[in-house]
């Protein structure tokens, strides 16, 4: 049972925008802080950002704070990923996951759930 529903990737131009969406249920919503990481061909996934449950706390990855930003909506039980000046670097497979606290947001390994990943190609 898939828990965890990204979209919104795409193929974009070096500079350009894309808006990532992560649906979940509202059990899983409500429990869970959730983060994106991402997996480029070849190499380890890779943190992103990751939200609190409140939406209080945000953290993200040196590589992309400034230009990426994490959001939630609570009424549509959705984690956003806006993704501003994108550069052929970000491209990779992005994924959402949840975790049941902040500690340690960073290893891959620890979160408890995982959505099916979304293509994200940045090229001219």
């Known amino acids: 049972q898939v828990q965890l529903v990204e979209s919104g990737g795409g193929l974009v131009q070096p500079g350009g925008s894309l808006r990532l969406s992560c649906a979940a249920s509202?059990?899983?919503?409500?429990?869970?802080?959730i983060g994106w990481f991402r997996q480029a061909p070849g190499k380890e996934r890779e943190f992103v950002a990751i939200?609190?449950?409140?939406?209080?706390?945000?953290y993200y990855a040196d590589s992309v704070t400034g230009r990426f930003t994490i959001s939630r909506d609570d009424t549509k039980n959705t984690v956003y990923l806006q993704m501003n000046n994108l550069n052929p670097e970000d491209t990779a497979v992005y994924y959402c996951?949840?975790?049941?606290?902040?500690?340690?947001?960073?290893?891959?390994?620890?979160?408890?759930?995982w959505g099916q990943g979304t293509q994200v190609t940045v090229s001219s």
């Open positions: 509202a059990r899983i919503f409500s429990s869970y802080s």
């Open positions: 996951a949840a975790k049941s606290s902040l500690l340690d947001y960073t290893i891959y390994r620890l979160y408890d759930l």
């Open positions: 939200i609190s449950r409140s939406g209080s706390t945000t």
